[in-house]
C-alpha cells in the first residue's frame, strides 16, 4: 500500500492559503467533511473524492453546534492518530482540523436554517441539528471554496438539506452523495457503533433486516400506504427487546414530506435507540 502525506491544518486562514495555492496549480478540489473516528464509510467518501478530483481534503471537526443539551458531544469518539493513520492509505492532499474556538470565537451569532426539509425525522428529535450542520457545512464550504464536496448516504436527511441549502443559497459547488456502507451483517457503518455492547450489536442487525424486509414486501405490493409501512417498521423493530425506536418514517425520498399511497420514490428512515446509543439507517425506494 502507497503510504500517502496529508498536510495537517489547524487554521482556517491557513488552510484558505493552502487552497487557494492548489487552485492556482489548476487542481479541481474535492472536499469531505468529518466528525472523525473514520471508518469504511467516510473512507468510501475519501476514494469517491479523489476519482472525481486531483485535490481531496478531509475535515476533522467534532461540532459542537449540531449537538443538542443532553446529548452525545462529550462522549463523541475522537482519535485523530488513528483517523491520520487511515486516511494515509489515500491520495489526501490536506487534513483539515480546527478548533472549535476557531470556527466559532466570540461573538458568533449566524445560524443557517434550511426549513421544510429539516424539520422531520431526525430534525424533530433533535431540536437544531441540521441548523448546525448547514451552518458549519456553509463555513467549511466559504473556507475551502471545494468543487466538489462528498457526503454520505447514510445520513440521507443530511443530504437532502444540504442539497437545498446549496441550491437555494447558489453555493458553487457541487454535491456528491455515496452509498451506504455496511458491515458484513448489514448493520450500517458509524463512528458511534462503538458505543454498542456485544449484546446491542448483535441486535442492531434489525435495523438493516427490517428496511430490507419493507422494501421486499412493497415491491410485492403487501405494502402499498405510508401508514403500513410505518407499522411494519415499528412492529419488527419494537419485537427486538434491546431497541427502544425514536422514529420510523416513510416519506417522499425528495422532499422528505408526508405521503399517503407510495406512487413516488420514497425513503424508508429509522432511528433507534440501543441502551444510549442512537442509531439512523434508512433504505430509499423507486416505487
Ligand atoms: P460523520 O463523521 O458521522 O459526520 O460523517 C461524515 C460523512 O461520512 C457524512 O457525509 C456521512 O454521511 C458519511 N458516512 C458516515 N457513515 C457512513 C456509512 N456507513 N456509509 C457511507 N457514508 C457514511
Redesign the pocket.
Known amino acids: 500500500m502507497t503510504i500517502h502525506e496529508s498536510v495537517i491544518i489547524t487554521s482556517p486562514e491557513w488552510m484558505r492559503r493552502f487552497v487557494a495555492a492548489r487552485r492556482a496549480e489548476g487542481r479541481r478540489i474535492a472536499f469531505?467533511?468529518?466528525?472523525?473516528?473514520?471508518?469504511?464509510?467516510?473512507l468510501?467518501?475519501v476514494e469517491k473524492a479523489s476519482e472525481l478530483a486531483d485535490c481531496v481534503i478531509v475535515s476533522?471537526f467534532v461540532?459542537p453546534m449540531q449537538f443538542g443539551p443532553n446529548e452525545d458531544l462529550d462522549r463523541y469518539p475522537r482519535d485523530l492518530d488513528g483517523d491520520l493513520q487511515k486516511l494515509s492509505g489515500y491520495p489526501v492532499q490536506a487534513v483539515f482540523c480546527p478548533a472549535a474556538t476557531d470556527l466559532y470565537p466570540a461573538g458568533f451569532q449566524t445560524s443557517i436554517h434550511v426549513e421544510r426539509v429539516s424539520a422531520p425525522l431526525c430534525g424533530a428529535a433533535r431540536p437544531g441539528h441540521f441548523t448546525g450542520v448547514a451552518t458549519i457545512v456553509l463555513k467549511l464550504f466559504n473556507i475551502l471554496r471545494p468543487d466538489i464536496a462528498?457526503?454520505?448516504?447514510?445520513?440521507?436527511q443530511?443530504?437532502q438539506v444540504i442539497r437545498t441549502m446549496v441550491k437555494d443559497l447558489d453555493v458553487p459547488v457541487e454535491i456528491v452523495g455515496?452509498?451506504?456502507?455496511?458491515e458484513t451483517d448489514g448493520l450500517?457503518?458509524?463512528?458511534?457503533n462503538v458505543f454498542l455492547t456485544p449484546d446491542q450489536r448483535a441486535a442492531a442487525v434489525i435495523l438493516h433486516r427490517t428496511l430490507e424486509d419493507a422494501a421486499t414486501w412493497i415491491s410485492t405490493g403487501r405494502l402499498v400506504r405510508a401508514s403500513e409501512v410505518e407499522l411494519f417498521l415499528s412492529e419488527r423493530i419494537a419485537a427486538e427487546p434491546q431497541a427502544r425506536i425514536d422514529y420510523v418514517s416513510c416519506r417522499d425520498a425528495a422532499s422528505l414530506e408526508a405521503i399517503d399511497v407510495l406512487d413516488s420514490p420514497v425513503v424508508l428512515a429509522v432511528a433507534v435507540f440501543f441502551g444510549r446509543t442512537r442509531l439512523i439507517d434508512n433504505r430509499v425506494i423507486s416505487v
Request: proline share 3%; hydrophobic share 35%; net charge positive.
Open positions: 469531505v467533511p468529518t466528525m472523525g473516528y473514520l471508518h469504511e464509510g467516510h468510501s467518501l476533522i461540532n462528498v457526503f454520505g448516504l447514510k445520513d440521507y443530511q443530504f455515496c452509498e451506504i456502507v455496511r450500517a457503518r458509524s463512528s458511534r
